[in-house]
């Protein structure tokens, strides 16, 4: 189970982006994490005339290591460390300072 999930709103702790938050989009087998509007590049584009695509510079969101980014608690509008209990017979992720359920 990964610790953070498709759709959870993070803030970056390291890296050019350092304090911006943003909505995870996907996450990826190697630990890596994408994230809407962090680490943005300039990646040159080839246009192709038979599709129709335009050619250009295009600016690019890259993945960014999960290790930089942490779940916000919305409660305390911070960054939150995240741990795991079973209740019943289901694996639920909680807040560590809170105690309270991510996705209660």
């Known amino acids: 189970m990964n610790r953070l999930r498709k759709g959870d709103e993070v803030i970056v702790l390291a890296g050019k982006d350092k304090g911006k938050r943003g909505s995870v989009s996907s996450v990826m087998a190697n630990g890596k994490?994408?994230?809407?509007?962090?680490?943005l590049v300039k990646k040159h584009s080839k246009g192709n005339p038979m599709t129709g695509v335009q050619g250009?510079?295009?600016?690019?969101?890259?993945?960014?290591?999960?290790?930089?980014v942490a779940l916000v608690n919305p409660e305390t509008n911070k960054?939150?460390?995240i741990g795991y209990k079973v209740e019943g017979e289901a694996k639920i992720r909680f807040f560590k300072s809170t105690g309270k359920a991510v996705d209660a």
């Not at 994490?33 to 680490?39: E, H, S, Y």
Request: hydrophobic share 45%; proline share 4%.
């Open 56 to 68: 250009g510079i295009v600016s690019k969101e890259m993945p960014i290591d999960a290790s930089n």
């Open 33 to 39: 994490v994408l994230v809407d509007g962090i680490n």
């Open 79 to 81: 960054a939150d460390k």
